[in-house]
């Protein structure tokens, strides 16, 4: 079992999800503890790899990136070589993240293009991909909630 994580932990986390550019400073103010408790922490949290690194929340599409869609793929079977044919679909710059499926499709891609051509070129490029049998496409109209906005510890 990890460690026991007591409720500093949780408001360092709660805060810096919501932004991770605040200084260690104003953060130590928020949350009402000395600044070197704050940064103490701060470093246990990324050795323990509770923190995996701070990232910026980015709108693809004022860079553009007009569509996003979701690629269910169906292989032959989940294979060394399949595994490795999936590696050459993630590589693609298109392809914001990748999961695997249980059920019906084996996994699914999420992608970002600029317009419909590009966007039939990622599907013919994974529908090329040895290994890759069948695949789905769904092309999303609205995002009601993004992962960006996820963060299990703000309370409302």
Known sequence: M???????????LRELREDASI???????????HPN????????LENDGVI????????YKKLGLEF????LLRTKGITVSAVKEFGNIIKMPQVISFYGLAGQYDAVAMV???NMKELNDVIQKIQSTPGIVRTSTYL???TYKHHSEYNPFKID
């Not at 953060?27 to 503890?33: D, F, I, N, P, V």
């Not at 408790?37 to 246990?44: A, N, S, V």
Request: avoid cysteine; charged fraction near 40%.
């Open 23 to 33: 200084s260690y400073k104003k953060l130590a103010e928020k949350l009402k503890t």
């Open 52 to 59: 995996k690194k701070y990232t910026v929340n980015i709108d």
């Open 2 to 12: 990890g460690r026991e994580y007591d409720e500093l932990d949780i408001s360092i």
């Open 37 to 44: 408790t704050l940064m103490q922490r701060i470093k246990r």
């Open 140 to 142: 999303i109209l609205t």
């Open 68 to 71: 996003r869609a979701m690629i």
């Open 112 to 114: 970002e293009v600029r």
